[in-house]
């Protein structure tokens, strides 16, 4: 008895590992469905307040050049070419695109390597 228990709570480690580290076809495919999905059910206006902070912005950036952030180049003022990312992706789901090209210009690329991901991989599952 003890060791059917032992098993499955090894087994389920793994998934579990497998899952966080998009370290298998299945997770990728689950893992970035999910996020489109969590996404398209959350309100963008849900997502407009939000309280969390760019950790790249507000913490490692600014701790990378001790508070004397570059003015120019890819980092200009201790910007983070991500920042806004989330609330883009969302506004595109929902259809607004304008709205989403005002948070993150680059929100269309990630879109298009998140469905490219999820369809190269999702054939990869049906051909084991």
Known sequence: MGRQIKKKLKALKNIFFDIISFGSP???????????????????SGLSYSPFKCIFKHFLLPLIYRGNC???GLFANC?????????AMSRLIHGDLTGALAFNKLVILVFIVMITLIIINAIKIIKE
């Open 26 to 44: 299945q997770a990728r495919v689950f893992n970035l469905t999910s996020i489109l999905l969590i996404l398209r059910v959350i309100p963008t």
């Open 70 to 72: 570059p003015t120019t």
């Open 79 to 87: 910007e983070c070419p991500a920042c806004g990312l989330t609330r």
